[in-house]
């Protein structure tokens, strides 16, 4: 067990239309990772979906690099939503 890679899980819930990170787990395979996420992280039945993702292809940016790839949104007005009507029956965006 040792040996076996290091699984990220993510899990969907009924009341959500995205897929959050629950925790992590070992597993020799992608079929006993999502087997052992059921066991694991849905004992409740909360869960409509499972992602697992080895976790050395996670890739992530370096929290010292946040002023670069963060702050030039601040420049793009445009992008913030009080410059878009949304209709209304409009639930999820």
Do not use: C
Not at 21 to 36: K, P, T, W, Y
Not at 50 to 62: G, H, L
Not at 70 to 93: C, L, M, Q, S, W
């Amino acid at each position: 067990m040792k040996n076996w890679p290091l699984w990220e899980i993510f899990i969907r819930s009924k009341q959500g239309l995205s897929h959050k990170h629950v925790g992590s787990l070992h597993a020799s395979d992608e079929e006993m990772a999502i087997q052992n996420a059921r066991d694991v992280y849905t004992r409740r039945q909360e869960g409509v979906s499972i992602w697992v993702v080895k976790s050395e292809f996670i890739v992530a940016s370096d929290p010292g690099d946040k002023d670069a790839l963060f702050d030039p949104a601040n420049d793009k007005v445009y992008r913030h939503p009080t410059f878009y009507d949304v209709p209304d029956g409009v639930e999820h965006i």
